[in-house]
């Protein structure tokens, strides 16, 4: 039997996930919502980073949904005992590649292990050689002669597979969209391959393309080999590499979700009361501001490690424990992180009470806080917008650098962060064990990377000034 | 001007008593002495003598607030908030939990800071002004377009990917420099030319692109296009009446950070071990010494202030427009 865990940051996300969906529903009505999004749409940067974030998102949901096995027990009177493990879907569907742990490190696609080892001989003497791998390149019968035509040959029909799967989802989606625009398909397919849409459907399947075949390489190969190499303790690295990504997701977008009602409703406040609550509001985000960040943040982590570790009676597992650190350490960070959007609002508030509409509906005798909900918070909305996507990717880069202070998430938990940090000091090994940091560095890069994009497009599509 | 100045500082006090109540609160009501003695000394075998002498040997076996068994002043002055939290607005930094002079250290440690961040600074300037300067001079076309994408790459690259990989490239592979250490004097010179370069290198992408902004905003105002109306080449407009305006923003943000270069760069500092107040304070979180921890916050937050208050002088330094009152 399955029991389905709810971790606090799982819940968070769902509610996150279904906040996102039903605004999406919202704006779709709104033509002043609609707007600015089909700018977005019709960005090809924007909708070609959109598809690489999704592929990131998906990890992340799958990583979200956790849940705990029962152990196999008789004769306790009928007590049901579940497993102290949590893993995920992610982890369902990667259990091969999960469970087959090495001694320690392998380079990537190998077939021996990086060090030597004392091995008995049939005939009885001991050598040093380098060990065959439990799992990278284990169905090689002579890996100095297969191993490079099996990667060759596995790659290729990887990558066919890959295409035809693309060919077919492609062909769908063509038809779908010539059925909506009411054309031919063979029209739409021209207008698409001439780059004549509307939006870039071009582009977008390019993209698609490229994520296809990767994946599909991915699942073939990892299959067989460590595509990324295994770390100390003989765990595959592209494994921890994916279950990094919720990680980094979250810490991406939690934390400046967790402060944004305070940052929202204090910047307005102060910009359109004025007065005492005006003092206050600046007081509050002056303080907080005039700490340097990060020893804000290593005070509150340290003060939360000495409750974590006197209180041990409150976390009833470790997944929990770690869970629940994660979830603090983006409450810390959007302590310090919400100052900047608050003042921000704060001007523009001040901005917008001049203006004709809020004394006309002054005039009108309309309450304030009405005033605010109703006149002022719609207006300030692509202010906020803009600042939650482009805050993101600053967050994720922060995380790396706070789990290498120790101050991070939790060191049994999978991150970037915690990848660098571990990897960082076997620089030094001849020769270098290089791709646990690569693989962290890459896979950041490339969310990093297509989050800024994707922001410049969101902000290009937002902000009035921009707006031709 | 003077009593601008004075207003200003006092401004600051409140603030920083708010800085101070922060972390007294989360050092010592969030978590008890007790418990910090216990995350010490370990956390299993640990008697409640060795608390108590822990306690006592750091100062830490006072009551919180107010000490109901003194008299006089004594009843507000011997306690862990006068003691440990008042003493710092005068600097007075007492001893690390592990019993070292805390502003002897600072003293000593902020030196290597220094010598690194002020370099860094003004080479990191001087480069990103002239890149920004390029891909405006050349704006609209692809060596433009291409240099904001490669600035969006490079701004998206780990900071710890510049450390690491300039560390191994030009530190392992050519030889060149020592991949980490300090020297006193003249020595240290060739232990500071790799965290230089790639503080700079590192700052490339997100600088330059800010700046760039800067200058085409300067570009679109009404002076420029006088200038160019009247038929100055382009290269004069950038030099003479873009680059000084643009300035104010560009001085403006650097003038709020100079007091910061005091405590250094936290991961620069102990990727390179370089002796400062960066690694000091990275040492101090890891061996968990709230003494210095708490120091540090303070400082931190009373050279914000300083560099909020410089900020504003220097716009009436550079934009006689702005007069303070």
Redesign the interface.
Known sequence: MIKPILLWTDALVFILVTTIILSALYARKKEHLRAPWRQVIRSRIGMATMIVLMVYVCIGLLDSMHYQREINNNGNGGEIHYSAEVPSLLDYFMTPIRETEEKTYSAPFASHAYSRETVQLDNGEQARIYPRLKHGGAHLADPERDWFTDVIGKSASAIMQGLLLWTVVVLLLVAWIAARQSRSFAEMLQMIIKGRSDIPWRTMFVTLGLVIVLVVWCATLGSKYHILGTDKVGQDVFYQALKSVRTGLIIGTLTTLVMLPFAVMLGIMAGYLRGWVDDVVQYLYTTLNSIPGVLLIAAAVLMMQVYIATHPELFNNNAAAADLRLLFLCLILGITSWTGLCRMLRGEAMKLREMDYIEAAVAFGVKKNKIITRHILPNVMHIVMISIVLDFSGLVLAEAVLSYVGVGVDPTMYSWGNMINGARLEMAREPMVWWSLLAAFIFMFVLVLAANLFSDAVRDAFDPRLRK | MFAYIIRRVLYGI???I??NL??FV??FV??SPD??A??QLG?KHVTQEGIEKWKVERGYDKPLLVNTQSDGVAVLTDTIFYEKSVKLFVFDFGRSDSGRDIAYDIGQRMWPSLAIAVPNLIIGLLAYITFALLVAFFRGTYLDVWGVVLC??L???????YI?GG??LVG?LLHLVPVSGYDVGYDAIKFLILPVLIGVVGGIGGSTRWYRTIFLEEMGKDYVRTARAKGMAELSVLFKHVLKNAMIPILTGVVVVLP?LF?GS??TE?FFGIPGLGSY??DA??R?D?AI??A??FL??VL??LGLILTDLSYTLVDPRIRLS
């Open positions: 409140p603030i920083l708010g800085v922060i972390t989360l050092f969030v978590n418990d910090m216990r995350m956390m969006v790459v701004m998206s690259v780990s900071g710890m990917f690491i560390q191994y392992k910061l405590m936290l991961i102990s304070t990275i979180i890891q968990q709230f921890v708490r540090m916050v931190g937050s914000y202030i």
